[in-house]
């Protein structure tokens, strides 16, 4: 075997090392890759207890109720509906029928053990996948709009 041949073997078999080592980080992270879980996903996942995921989906009209830093509200996908308790202060944004991103995991009693809530950027923020689902449900409805 010439020195050419043996370089390129060599080279040959750090790609194919290097193809292997990124097929099974991918395959390892396929799950946590998602940005978010609507309420309706974490519960055809069957998503175990105790796993840290996302959250996201819009907080129930008339479902938070707060005591000092503990708050208790329902976040909802228009179709599935997730019980979610968190203790710590809410952004300055976090309103009933406003769209959130929580991270946290869910309880073996199937409510979401919220352990941060993402901030907004600005009032009109909505995750962009919760939007495409609600306009394919027919129930997207921007705040103000004209017509």
Do not use: C
Request: glycine share 10%.
């Amino acid at each position: 075997m010439t020195r050419k041949q043996k370089r390129l073997a060599i080279v040959a078999g750090l790609g194919a090392v290097l193809a292997l080592a990124a097929t099974l980080i991918f395959v390892a992270m396929r799950d946590q890759i998602v940005f978010f879980y609507s309420p309706s996903e974490i519960h055809e996942k069957a998503i175990a207890a105790g796993t840290s995921i996302r959250l996201g989906g819009l907080v129930k009209e008339g479902s938070w109720k707060r005591v000092g830093e503990t708050s208790d509200f329902v976040v909802t996908d228009g179709q599935t509906e997730m019980a979610t308790h968190y203790v710590g202060l809410l952004p300055d944004l976090f309103r009933e029928g406003q769209g959130v991103v929580i991270e946290g995991s869910v309880t073996p009693n199937g409510t979401f053990a919220a352990t941060n809530v993402l901030a907004k950027h600005d009032e009109n923020y909505m995750p962009k996948e919760l939007v495409d689902e609600l306009k394919k449900r027919g129930e997207w409805q921007r705040e103000g709009a004209g017509s």
